[in-house]
């Protein structure tokens, strides 16, 4: 019978084997596309655990998705002849960055002004907060253009940059506006006890620089440290990296500068082009044989790749069939192009008896995606949108997380006014109202919430010798939500997270703002429905689990997360960035063509820079 080590190492080709077994020390593997590197990664960790007789909660090992780390985890349990790796952390950088402020709620409060109750703001909320941080500096956000702004706040904080930093390198008018309005998002932003997914990076970087003994506890604590897609790091994640590797130096990554596709997040090819430089005694191992794709595609996309001028030299090759050819097709537009991929696709179903689930559609940007949409409802072929709005970022969704991330951070001003404007329950409470209770929030020094739940005589009579002036109305309105938020908050220390949205969606009125007489209304109540199975699921995987663990991980799930893997005969349309790492028989990629693949602002953007533009 095989040992251990050499039932781990069996199957994998010469270099595989290395990449498992060269334990100690920086390694760098260099994996092409299709080279096996997660099973590279999920033997190593096992090799490690039982090989090696490292403890799992010794090992961290950081993916690109939630998805990802799922899927390894999964793995490496079935490797093992224990049959679970308890303790190992595995998970994206952000989910890194939030365990760390989460298991330093002292020093994350004494430190960073954070209450442990903090909440992560996602896209739209950090794009109202920039909005409103325009108007609080006396702007008008038609001119400034938020999302823009909010661009610019974000590569600040990869660069880990504060105001006042960009404000030292401010050089134009427009410089300045930046800087003026990162000052009001941050103070705006700490004032709602909330960050934003670029804080749970830096945030967890400022604790360790003023705290240099939590620093050192995590570095003891993990003793071997693995990356998986290393090209695609950026400047703040390269700096956790780094120290949390400082002491015991057995880091661990993979990565591919061809594939490096991330450079509009802030991710920087040198941090895998330079790894040998920052560790002079790294091993570099090259993972050069794909698995997964014919002879023709890897030839096509290694000439393709070759003349890149920024890479690591190598060769990608196969011992696969020749394949196909691959088809090339020149068309007079968009609509004659999703014409012929709508027919291509019938032709290849009749004839080869591929389902949809096989078939994917690429391109470049979202907004391609609408002709193609057309065709397909057109011809009546079922299809997905991988990218385009994500279940937790439709409306109706959006309004009951609303009522959840106010009952468990009721500082949050952002779901408050949402709750307000979208919810039957805030009827006859208007804006003036509001900055009244905001304000009297603020001098009894409490949150915003709870000002709300004090408005009640029964529940806090020490608050009704001042009150604040309303209306008859919004005096009704904001003593209605002060009950129902009193009650809610009741229920939510006691009830399932389903049971707290069956009395969310019942208090709140919101069941009657549904015309049932209407079909798209119709859907968008299902979609409220779909949220309370997906409470249910969440329950039954994570028992009793806390409001707090779901929104953490509602916050943190990305577009590929949310795939399906059952995806019931329905052909993908995705774009090519959220396509990485995913596998169909048959592929369509649209738009190549000139200013469209590359996309022309990207290099208008870059025309003194080309290393982004090596997609």
Same mark, same amino acid.
């Given at each position: ?155 600040? /904080? ?118 040998? /430089? ?45 394949? &196909? ?91 408050? &006014? ?73 229920? &939510? ?68 997360d949310s795939m399906d893997d059952d995806a019931r005969g329905q052909v993908t349309l995705i774009t090519?960035?959220?396509? /990485? ?35």
């Amino acid at each position: 019978m095989l040992d251990h080590a050499s039932r781990l190492l069996e199957g994998l080709n010469p270099a595989q084997q290395e990449a498992v077994s060269t334990t100690e020390g920086p390694v760098l593997v260099v994996a092409g596309p299709g080279s096996g590197k997660t099973r590279v990664l999920t033997h190593r960790i096992a090799y490690l655990i039982e090989e090696r007789n490292v403890s799992p909660d010794q090992i961290l090992a950081v993916t690109f998705t939630n998805k990802a780390a799922r899927e390894m985890r999964d793995r490496v349990d079935r490797l093992l002849t224990g049959g679970s790796a308890s303790g190992l952390v595995m998970g994206t950088f952000h989910a890194l960055g939030v365990r760390i402020l989460r298991q330093n709620p002292g020093l994350v409060a004494d430190r960073l002004g954070l209450l442990p109750n903090f909440l992560i703001y996602d896209d739209g909320d950090q794009l109202e907060l920039v909005k409103r941080a325009v108007v609080g500096i006396g702007l008008d956000p038609k001119q400034l253009v938020p999302r823009r702004m909010l661009s610019r706040i974000s590569k600040a /904080k990869s660069l880990l940059m504060t105001p006042d930093e960009v404000a030292n390198e401010a050089t134009t008018y427009d410089d300045e506006l930046v800087v003026r309005v990162y000052r009001e998002y941050e103070r705006v932003l700490r004032g709602a006890n909330a960050v934003d997914f670029d804080d749970l990076l830096g945030l967890p970087i400022r604790l360790f620089d003023e705290v240099p003994a939590l620093l050192e506890n995590y570095q003891r604590r993990f003793r071997y440290i693995l990356v998986d897609e290393y090209q695609d790091t950026n400047r703040v994640q390269y700096v956790l990296v780094s120290a949390l590797s400082a002491h015991f130096r057995n880091l661990f990554v993979v990565g591919d500068p061809d594939q490096s596709i991330y450079a509009w997040r802030q991710a920087d090819i040198r941090n895998i082009l330079d790894f040998e /430089k920052d560790y002079p005694d790294a091993h570099q191992i090259h993972l050069e044989l794909n698995y997964r794709s014919t002879a023709r595609i890897v030839q096509a996309a290694d000439r393709l790749i070759r003349d890149n001028t920024q890479r690591i030299d190598r060769r990608i090759r196969t011992e696969n069939v020749e394949g &196909e050819l691959i088809a090339v097709r020149e068309l007079a537009d968009q609509n004659h192009e999703a014409s012929f991929v709508v027919g291509e696709i019938r032709r290849l179903t009749v004839a080869h008896g591929l389902s949809g689930n096989d078939v994917a559609i690429m391109y470049r940007t979202t907004a391609q995606s609408r002709v193609l949409e057309e065709a397909f409802r057109n011809s009546d072929i079922p299809y997905r949108i991988v990218g385009g709005v994500r279940f937790y970022a439709r409306k109706e969704v959006k309004d009951i997380l609303a009522v959840f991330r106010l009952l468990h951070n009721p500082s949050d001003r952002i779901s408050l &006014e949402r709750v307000l404007d979208n919810l039957p329950l805030g009827r006859g409470f208007g804006p003036k109202a509001l900055d009244t209770v905001i304000e009297w929030a603020a001098k009894r020094r409490q949150p915003i919430l709870n000002a709300f739940v004090a408005l009640v005589p029964s529940v806090d009579t020490e608050a009704r010798d001042q009150p604040p002036a309303f209306s008859g109305a919004a005096k009704a309105a904001a003593e209605r939500l002060g009950r129902v938020f009193a009650d809610l908050i009741e229920r &939510e220390r006691s009830s399932t997270l389903p049971e707290l949205f069956d009395s969310v969606v019942e208090q709140t009125g919101y069941r009657d703002t549904f015309n049932e007489a209407n079909e798209e209304e119709l859907q968008r109540w299902a979609n409220v429905l779909e949220l309370r199975g997906d409470l249910e699921r969440y329950d039954t995987m994570e028992p009793g689990a806390a409001l707090a663990a779901y929104l953490e991980q509602v916050a943190l799930v990305a577009d590929v997360d949310s795939m399906d893997d059952d995806a019931r005969g329905q052909v993908t349309l995705i774009t090519l960035h959220s396509a /990485k790492g995913l596998e169909f028989p048959v592929v369509f990629i649209t738009g190549v063509e000139e200013g469209l693949l590359p996309i022309s602002r990207a290099v208008e953007a870059e025309a003194f820079d080309p290393a982004p533009l090596e997609e």
